[in-house]
């Protein structure tokens, strides 16, 4: 870092590369979904490992960078900025959720929503947060159903469209609920206030984060056995699986994408001097255009030849990596011709 300017305000490659893997996994998760169908927990597959942990570091990274962007900056211009970025966001989720109900982006129109009023908090007070979201899941299953909508045997949410659905998918029981996965988005803000420049730092996101993803799968594993002897319902309190999203989850995907982060970050100085992280680095720059692409058109193509559902793990994973190649390609030549990715850029115009 050179220049005198203070590095962590300058653009972290690292990051980028980290976005560009987190969304290399969501499409081969959701390739798998639209053409295999839904992994079966125990199955353990590569779509399955990947599933709601790809997620995890994707929502991480956005509140990193939401972090990021709004440090040393007039808390006015960041809330007029952020709001209308949800807005943004919201619109554009929700024609995309209509295409593909798993959508992530409508979500993440409401965390930085709920989140713009936590920017001000200390370190312990964001940490205490984000336990207190964390065990809210629990908690609220504890009195709500969370089967309520959902028809397992077509993996559909009954009444998605009705304001009671839309707010109990939103909130509670949907792909990517507020309640908990905003705890990943404040995680993610708290991760940006450390130094990510400094190599110490990348060393132990990376360390801590596989000690702690190897610990929480061990401990969700012992002590889903232990409870499975006691009552088999309660096996679902101590899960790692995204579905439901029980604390241990959240611990599991914190901790992976802190290793992942770290990893990036600790790569990227070797991968830029092999001529690698520049042809990468632009998808990762892009990631709003990719994923709304890999659905309206990838998915479009895959079901224009007939590719949607009967298909095996192998074809939907060579056809994910098949459309990641390409949006690899398309991204570099894009940015050398223009600033910002199409969508990126044009919520830059809207959002001012």
Not at 227 to 251: G, K, N, Q, W
Request: with cysteine.
């Amino acid at each position: 870092m050179t220049g005198g300017r203070d590095p962590v305000r300058q653009r972290l490659a690292g990051l980028d590369l980290a976005r560009y893997l987190a969304l290399v996994g969501m499409v081969i998760v959701n390739f798998d979904v639209v053409m295999v169908g839904p992994v079966p927990a125990g199955a353990g597959g590569f779509a399955e490992w990947l599933q709601g942990r790809a997620a995890a570091t994707f929502v991480v990274l956005a509140g990193v960078g939401f972090g990021l962007g709004a440090r040393d900056k007039e808390w006015s211009v960041t809330s007029r900025v952020t709001l209308k970025r949800v807005g943004f966001l919201f619109a554009l989720g929700m024609i995309n959720m209509a295409i593909f109900p798993a959508d992530i982006i409508h979500y993440y129109a409401f965390y930085f929503l709920l989140c713009l009023p936590f920017l001000g908090l200390g370190n312990r007070h964001l940490l205490v947060a984000i336990l207190a979201v964390t065990i809210s899941f629990p908690l609220l299953s504890l009195v709500l159903d969370y089967d309520t909508g959902w028809q397992w045997e077509t993996v559909s949410y009954e009444g998605l469209w009705t304001v009671d659905g839309y707010l109990r998918n939103l909130v509670f029981n949907g792909w990517h609920p507020v309640i908990p996965w905003i705890a990943f988005f404040l995680g993610g803000v708290l991760l940006s206030r450390a130094r990510l420049h400094d190599r110490k730092v990348q060393c132990r996101l990376l360390v801590a984060g596989t000690a702690g993803f190897t610990g929480a799968l061990l401990v969700s594993a012992l002590l889903s056995a232990w409870s499975a002897t006691i009552d088999p319902e309660l096996h679902y309190l101590f899960s790692a699986a995204p579905i439901p999203p029980m604390p241990l989850f959240v611990i599991a995907g914190s901790a992976i994408a802190c290793a992942v982060i770290g990893l990036c970050l600790l790569l990227a100085p070797w991968l830029n001097s092999i001529g690698i992280l520049e042809l990468l680095t632009p998808a990762g720059r892009q990631t709003l255009t990719l994923y709304i692409a890999h659905i309206v058109i990838g998915m479009g193509i895959l079901e224009g030849v007939g590719m949607i559902g009967g298909q095996t793990a192998r074809q939907a994973l060579i056809a994910a990596l098949l459309f990641c190649v390409v949006a690899t390609v398309f991204s570099f030549a894009w940015l050398r011709a223009f600033k910002r990715g199409p969508l990126e850029g044009l919520m830059r115009r809207v959002t001012g």
